[in-house]
């Protein structure tokens, strides 16, 4: 009999605490928002950047980012080296908003064909 009411016990106690806890005094979920979205790159030839950066993958990306967000592309070109080991450098960068997209992707575009004409005028 004694060891009945154990068992009894704790399949009570086991039940008990296997209930769900009350999540109405837990915190609110927090919710992420980007402020300013910034694509930066660095690169050294040409080819880096026909291989790295699509005009795609910058519209995807540009998708998932919410509306009346500014946003920002820079491509930083290195080119030779000069005094005391610094690298020459051209820097091209555009500002912009997700709500004027299709302007935005056109100057990354020209962006992207000056980077590459850089290169193979050097």
């Known amino acids: 009999m004694k060891s009945v009411i154990t ?3 704790l399949l009570l106690a086991t039940i008990s605490f296997a209930q769900p806890q009350n999540f109405n005094d837990s915190e609110p979920l927090q919710i992420t928002k ?3 979205f910034k694509i930066s790159m660095t690169v ?3 080819s880096d950047i026909e291989s790295t950066f699509k005009l795609k993958d910058i519209k995807d990306v540009l998708n998932d980012v919410s509306e009346d967000e500014n946003i920002s592309f820079e491509i930083i ?3 030779n080296q000069i005094s005391k080991g610094e690298k ?3 820097s091209y960068k555009v500002k912009g908003n997700t709500n004027n997209l299709k302007p935005f992707l056109k100057t990354i575009k020209k962006i992207r064909k000056g980077a590459i004409n850089y ?3 050097k």
């Open 7 to 9: 068992i009894l016990f």
């Open 34 to 36: 980007f402020s300013d």
């Open 44 to 46: 050294d030839s040409a």
């Open 77 to 79: 070109c290195n080119g």
């Open 88 to 90: 020459s450098k051209v």
């Open 119 to 121: 290169y193979k005028n």
